[in-house]
Nanobody, 116 residues
Framework: QVHLVESGGGLVQVGGSLRLSCAAS????????MGWYRQAPGKQRELVAT???????DYANSVKGRFTISRDNTKNTVHLLMNSLKLEDTAVYFC??????????WGQGTQVTVSS
């Protein structure tokens, strides 16, 4: 049973930083592509960043240069370092795992609120 647990969300001021973590279990973590998505109130869930098993990364244009995704295969964890946070980064952030054409797994989400 794949289980993803996000942590690290919270309240931060504009320009601040947060580091999100997603701990994975029940899977061969190093083989999975991992991703971070977010969903703001009244909006659809959107891609934030992804990292493949080969450590190739991709980012939404809105977060390029501010966010960094990384993974630690020894700890079955993926991180999202978020710098220079903006009001529009406020959302629930979800961790995602997928392997090839298999099922996609989601965590329960962690709230990030950026305040002025």
């Amino acid at each position: 049973q794949v289980h993803l647990v996000e942590s690290g969300g919270g309240l931060v001021q504009v320009g601040g930083s947060l580091r999100l973590s997603c701990a994975a279990s029940g899977m061969s973590f190093s083989f999975y592509a991992m991703g971070w998505y977010r969903q703001a109130p009244g909006k659809q869930r959107e891609l934030v960043a992804t990292i493949t098993s080969d450590i190739n990364t991709d980012y939404a244009n809105s977060v390029k240069g501010r966010f960094t995704i990384s993974r630690d295969n020894t700890k079955n964890t993926v991180h999202l370092l978020m710098n220079s946070l903006k009001l529009e980064d406020t959302a629930v952030y979800f961790c995602n795992a997928r392997y090839s054409s298999g099922p996609i797994y989601w965590g329960q989400g962690t709230q990030v609120t950026v305040s002025s």
